[in-house]
């Protein structure tokens, strides 16, 4: 009897089975990891909508004031809001402040909000030039830069923290960065992490996740892509 398939492959036709599965694994590639990307801005956003919850519990509980960065000249000690929403235990688990697309070199997650800086960190144009909108909400005493929520006259349309990555050097371990969107702070800034798309948390407590044009529209001019500092 005779063998249905006893012809053999010859070597042309298996490299161009090998040339087209390359070509179709190559179509796939890009749409995959869009994919993935946009998985993770979700995830994003649901992490930092907790965040934002969790400050608007932290801004009830302190009458109206947000303590974004305290420091105590004689202790010499220093804390950021993040420390403090998770190290008093009843606001927010650890691992909602990660960005899930931030990861340092050993795959290990690392804190990647930043607060948005007035000119504590920074220079104060970014803040100057909103003041009139957005209310003269920002204390600074010494060091420390305290929000004043009950100032804020478009909690809607005020952010006041947002994917932040710093690009080499130092670590980002501890509470927030801060996140100033014109002025580079310790070789951080914000960060469009998902497919061009950074996530934004509001004083209202929504979140939203901003493209570069966007950013750009807000006055944004130094933007971290890819794990560089660009100018918008
Ligand atoms: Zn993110």
Not at 101 to 113: A, D, E, I, M, Q
Not at 166 to 182: E, K, L, T
Not at 189 to 198: C, F, S, T, V, W
Request: hydrophobic share 40%; charged share 20%; aromatic share 10%.
């Amino acid at each position: 009897m005779k063998k249905c398939f006893e012809k053999k492959f010859t070597l042309i036709e298996l490299l161009v089975v090998i040339a087209i599965i390359a070509i179709l694994a190559g179509m796939l590639m890009p749409a995959l990891s869009q994919a993935r990307a946009r998985a993770t801005g979700v995830k994003c956003c649901g992490n930092m909508k907790q965040v934002a919850s969790a400050i608007q519990m932290y801004v009830g509980d302190y009458k109206d004031v947000l303590e974004c960065y305290l420091y105590d000249p004689v202790a010499s000690k220093e804390s950021l809001i993040g420390d403090v929403l998770v190290n008093e235990g009843k606001y927010i688990p650890k691992e909602v402040m990660n960005c899930p697309n931030v990861r340092l070199g050993n795959g290990s997650l690392h804190w990647s909000s930043g607060i948005l800086d007035c000119g504590k960190g920074g220079g104060d144009s970014f803040y100057l030039a909103r003041v009139n909108e957005w209310g003269a909400f920002c204390q600074r005493d010494g060091y420390s830069q305290f929000f004043l929520m009950n100032r804020m006259r478009v909690p809607a349309s005020t952010f006041i923290i947002g994917d932040t990555f710093i690009v080499s050097g130092g670590s980002m371990g501890y509470g927030f960065f801060f996140m100033n969107p014109q002025v580079v702070i310790e070789n951080s800034a914000g960060a469009a992490l998902h497919n061009e798309h950074m996530t934004l948390g509001y004083a209202d407590g929504h979140v939203e996740s901003n493209d570069l044009n966007y950013l750009k529209q807000e006055g944004f001019t130094k933007v971290c892509k890819q794990s560089q500092i660009i100018d918008l």
